[in-house]
């Protein structure tokens, strides 16, 4: 499922964002990563943490956030409906990105996903 770009809009797979955090956090000299635990064994609460992290740059910095994008949003859609929308199930859910995938591709199937914004941005 996607989730879009808070400032232009663009769709992301919401893997990427998972993605990302394994860029950032993954040791490169071979240690285990930052969400290891005692014994080697995944520490959820640590991955989680360093998840909210990449969850909110995203939601503040949009595309730029994802280390292996040009860092740039799409300056023709920046505020576009698209973008709107993602930024506003964004402030309503948190950090929900399930819900927040989910409520976008109920946008998309509605055929809501790029057309005439559904909220007053003022």
Do not use: K
Request: charge should be negative.
């Amino acid at each position: 499922m996607d989730i879009w770009c808070p400032r232009c809009g663009e769709p992301w797979d919401l893997d990427t964002l998972h993605d990302e955090l394994e860029a950032r956090f993954a040791a490169e000299d071979g240690s285990p990563p930052a969400w290891t635990g005692p014994e080697g064994r995944h520490d959820q609460a640590a991955y989680e943490a360093l998840f909210a992290q990449v969850r909110e740059d995203f939601a503040a910095r949009g595309c730029a956030a994802i280390a292996s994008y040009d860092g740039r949003c799409t300056l023709d859609a920046v505020g576009s409906p698209a973008a709107n929308r993602a930024a506003l199930l964004m402030s309503l859910l948190g950090d929900d990105v399930d819900a927040i995938a989910a409520m976008t591709e109920d946008l998309d199937v509605l055929g809501h996903a790029r057309g005439p914004d559904l909220v007053d941005p003022s």
